[in-house]
């Protein structure tokens, strides 16, 4: 990271303390400049060492170590009021950019060994004993190892932090992808029934229309090219259906067997409702208002779909829970309402929230409305979908 990218990302106040004493230190080698140049070179380059320290930290660091023992072995006093915040603040910024630990460790060693050696020869003329050696090595580390290990756990968490960050961006893509994966799923599905349903219509048309142009030959004649010509096209348009239809639809699809007038209906749900109570799962049907019969074969697949989907997360995910299935007929409208108790299993077994994906997307496609959730006051697993009788 740049110190432009790394000063981008701070605060207003935050950047001004940042830019605060670099800025101090350039404006105070600019007025000492005609008397003190040996003072104004290293306020200089104390100030570059600041303003380096987020891109060449360790660099940096070494650089403002030099200044700071040049300013102890000739003792400058203006350089000297720098020597300490500039040191704090190039340590820190050591242990705060440089992940490598040993490489860290190692610039701050050399740091304080290098200022200790300077303290020592600053004191060179006087009487030196180890209390005085333990005096310098106490306030030189304070002053470099604490800021770098101060530092080192700031960068630490933000590194942590990140890589937080970074993961929860790539779980939300991937349950973007996954959620998308199941609407295109379900779209095949419905492409499949389609295929089925619109393949056996257009096959009678293809049939009606033969036998129509055979009558016609003899009897009509005036109006068998008419005929010939609606047999051709519902042919051509059979064949167009099943090519497109036949892309999109997945692997492994459910082939028509017939059932397509029971599928969605009342005895239909009794069936699944039946299988559910065989597993084991305690579950109770109430069904209010007329059968679906009369209703579009598309919506009768959503209720089969969805009732279907709903018991298999039941048991999935609850299992042996007390559960209820209202499916309520209105003269527009059917809602069907799934509740069950929340009972965990021992072991939750490993769910992708998919299956709710692609039901929601089927209700979507049938113009209706779908929502999943816990209540809030019975705790309970609800599910409820509303589907309009007429698409």
Known sequence: ??????????????????????????????????????????????????????????????????????????????????????????????????????????????????????N???????????????????????????????????????RAMDALHERNALLERANLLGESQARMQERARIAGEMHDLLGHRLSLIVLYAGALEMRTRTAAPEINEQADLLQTTSRTALEELRTVLGILRLDGAEPPDGTES???????????????????????????????????????????????????????????????????????????SVRNAARPPAVPPPSSGLGLAGLRERARLAGGDFTAGTDPITGDHALTAELPLRH
């Open 120 to 158: 020592l020869v600053d004191l060179a003329g006087l009487t030196v004993d180890l209390e005085d050696v333990g005096r310098i090595v106490v306030i030189n580390v304070l002053l470099v190892v604490l800021p770098g290990a101060i530092g080192m756990r700031q960068g630490e968490r933000a």
């Open 262 to 336: 029971v599928v969605g209906t009342r005895e239909d749900v009794s069936n699944l409702v039946a299988e559910a109570q065989h597993a084991g799962l305690p579950i109770t049907l109430s069904w209010r208002g007329g059968d679906l019969t009369d209703a579009g074969i598309g919506i009768r697949r959503a209720v089969n779909r969805i009732v279907r989907e709903a018991l298999t997360n039941v048991h999935k995910h609850a299992p042996g829970a007390p559960t209820r299935l209202t499916v309520t007929v209105h003269t527009d409208k059917l809602t069907i």
């Open 1 to 118: 990271m740049t110190t432009w990218q790394h000063l981008a990302r701070q605060g207003r106040l935050l950047l001004a303390w940042w830019l605060f004493l670099p800025a101090t230190a350039i404006v105070t080698a600019v007025i000492n400049v005609p008397g003190q140049p040996a003072t104004a070179i290293g306020l200089l380059a104390a100030a570059v060492a600041l303003l380096c320290r987020f891109t060449w930290p360790i660099t940096s660091l070494l650089a403002g170590t030099v200044v700071a023992a040049v300013a102890l072995i000739l003792p400058s006093t203006t350089l000297s009021v720098f020597l300490w915040p500039v040191s704090v603040m190039l340590a820190y910024a050591v242990g705060r950019q440089v992940p490598d630990t040993r490489r860290a460790v190692a610039a701050l060693a050399l740091a304080t060994g290098v200022q200790s050696a300077a």
